[in-house]
Structure formats: structure tokens, C-alpha cells
């Protein structure tokens, strides 16, 4: 059994910063990728952005040069640091982690519970 456990959402002003960690915890052999999706109400899942485990990053186009995304391998952690918050920036921000069970398995998606970041303007 695998868990993500996430946070660091709350309300902030337009132009501030917020920062999210997920942290996987449970039995499994190697995380493959860790990364944060963003779904507000009525629209769909996009991807925010995402770190394999050699350090290779996306980043959805509307956050580039605001977020910065990071792991520690070491606490199964990773973190997502949002500058410049926009009011369109506001959605439920859920944690994405592709690991392995055992070296045999597949890689398998889990996903958090989502934590909220609501913006002000």
C-alpha cells in the first residue's frame, strides 16, 4: 500500500508564493517520476509540472518561470515552489507519482488527495 501525503495549499494574494510537498510513504521498490497536476471545477486535469528520477523537468507552458518543481530521493518527497501566484492559478492541486511495487512490476500511477490553493486579485 502505497500513500501520498500532501500539503502547503491554502489562500493567497495575487504575486505570492506558496509551496507544496507530497511525500510517498509505504512499501514499494523505486519511484520512476513525481509530479503535481492542477484540476479546477468544471475543467480537466493538466499537468502542472513533472521530474523523472534522472532530474528531466516539464512544465506546463502557463507556469514556466514561476514554479519550480524538486525532489528529495532521500524523503520520497518532492515539492512544488509557486512564485508569482496568479488568480488563474487557483485549482486543487493533486500530487502524480509513477513507482514500481516490486522490480518486477509495472509502473503504476498514484495519486494524492489534492490540497486547494485559492488566489486572491
Known amino acids: 500500500q502505497v500513500h501520498l501525503v500532501e500539503s502547503g495549499g491554502g489562500l493567497v494574494q495575487a504575486g505570492g508564493s506558496l509551496r507544496l510537498s507530497c511525500t510517498a510513504s509505504?512499501?514499494?521498490?523505486?519511484?520512476?517520476?513525481m509530479g503535481w497536476y492542477r484540476q479546477a471545477p468544471g475543467k480537466q486535469r493538466e499537468l502542472v509540472a513533472h521530474m523523472i528520477s534522472g532530474g528531466t523537468t516539464t512544465y506546463a507552458d502557463s507556469v514556466k518561470g514561476r514554479f519550480t518543481i524538486s525532489r528529495d530521493n532521500a524523503k520520497n518527497t518532492v515539492y512544488l515552489q509557486m512564485n508569482s501566484l496568479k488568480h488563474e492559478d487557483t485549482s486543487v492541486y493533486v500530487c502524480n507519482v509513477q513507482l514500481r511495487v516490486a522490480v518486477w512490476s509495472r509502473i503504476t500511477d498514484c495519486w494524492g488527495q489534492g490540497t486547494p490553493v485559492a488566489v486572491s486579485s
Open positions: 509505504g512499501s514499494f521498490f523505486s519511484i520512476n517520476a
